[in-house]
C-alpha cells in the first residue's frame, strides 16, 4: 500500500488533500513545506502526516512532486495555533497555515546558495543537543570534523536538521569553508602548481629576479644549480 501524505492548500476549501508519497521521499515532518499538483497547476503546501487510509481512489492519488528541503519546517507551536484558529473563526485551515509564510516560501523554486558552506560557529563548539536530537547532534559532531556542502547535506535529506542548527546559533552558512588546520595547528597553504618557482630557491643570485630567466629553465635544471636549495 502507498504512503499516503495529508497536505493543506491555500484553498477557500474546508478540507485537506491527500497525496501519494514517492518511496525515495523518507520520513516528511509534520510542518513541511511541498510542492504538489492541483488542478491544471501546482501549489505549496504544508505536510500535516501520513494516513493509513484515503477516501480518494489509489488510482487517482496523485504524487507529491518534491519535498521543500531547502526551508525549514513549520514548528508544532505554528500548526497548533493554526488549528485552532481555524476551528475558532471557522476558516480553512490550508489558508490560515499558507498565510503565514512569507511570499518568497511559497514559491516553489529552489533557492540558489551563495553561500554553499555550513560551518561550525563558536557556540556550536560546545553544543549539546537533547537526547531525542540524535540527527542533529550526529551533523554537530560531522561539521566539528569538517565543514559540509549543502548540496551533500540536501541529498542525504538533511536540509532541516541543517537549519535547526543555525536557527539555534551552532551553526552558520559561508560562501567557503575555512582553511583546515594542520597537525601544527596552522591553517594548510594550497600547493603551488607544477613547475612553479621553488620557494628555498628565490633568494638565490645566481638566477636572480628575472622572470625571463626562470621561465627558460626547468625546475630540475633550477634545483640542481641553485646555490642555496
Known amino acids: 500500500m502507498p504512503s499516503i501524505l495529508q497536505v493543506a492548500l491555500d484553498t ?8 501519494r508519497l514517492p518511496d525515495d521521499a523518507g520520513t516528511v515532518q509534520p510542518g513541511s513545506l511541498v510542492e504538489v499538483p492541483f488542478g491544471r497547476t501546482r501549489q505549496v ?7 493509513a487510509d484515503s477516501t480518494v481512489g489509489a488510482g487517482k492519488l496523485r504524487d507529491v512532486i518534491r519535498v521543500l528541503d531547502d526551508r525549514p519546517a513549520l514548528s508544532p507551536d505554528i500548526l497548533r495555533l493554526a488549528q485552532f484558529c481555524a476551528d475558532y473563526y471557522h476558516y480553512p485551515l490550508g489558508a490560515i497555515l499558507l498565510a503565514t509564510l512569507p511570499p518568497r516560501l511559497k514559491n516553489a523554486t529552489p533557492f540558489v546558495a551563495d553561500t ?3 560551518v561550525l560557529t563558536e557556540a556550536g563548539q560546545a553544543a549539546e543537543p537533547g537526547a531525542r536530537a540524535r540527527a ?3 551533523l554537530l559532531d560531522a561539521l566539528r570534523a569538517a565543514p559540509q556542502a549543502r548540496d551533500v547535506l540536501r541529498a ?3 536540509g532541516r536538521h541543517a537549519a535547526a542548527l543555525v536557527a539555534a546559533g551552532w551553526a552558520a552558512w559561508t560562501s567557503a569553508p575555512p582553511p583546515q588546520p594542520t597537525r601544527h595547528g596552522r591553517p594548510s597553504r594550497p600547493r603551488p602548481p607544477p613547475g612553479s618557482r621553488p620557494r ?3 633568494c638565490c643570485p645566481q638566477w636572480g629576479n628575472s622572470a625571463s630567466t626562470w621561465s ?3 625546475p630540475a635544471a633550477a634545483r640542481a644549480s641553485c646555490i642555496c636549495a
Open 116 to 118: 554553499p558552506w555550513l
Open 45 to 51: 503546501g504544508i505536510a500535516l502526516g501520513p494516513v
Open 136 to 138: 542533529q547532534r550526529a
Open 200 to 202: 628555498s630557491m628565490r
Open 156 to 158: 542525504q535529506k538533511q
Open 12 to 19: 477557500p476549501l474546508h478540507r485537506l488533500f491527500d497525496y
Open 216 to 218: 627558460t629553465a626547468s
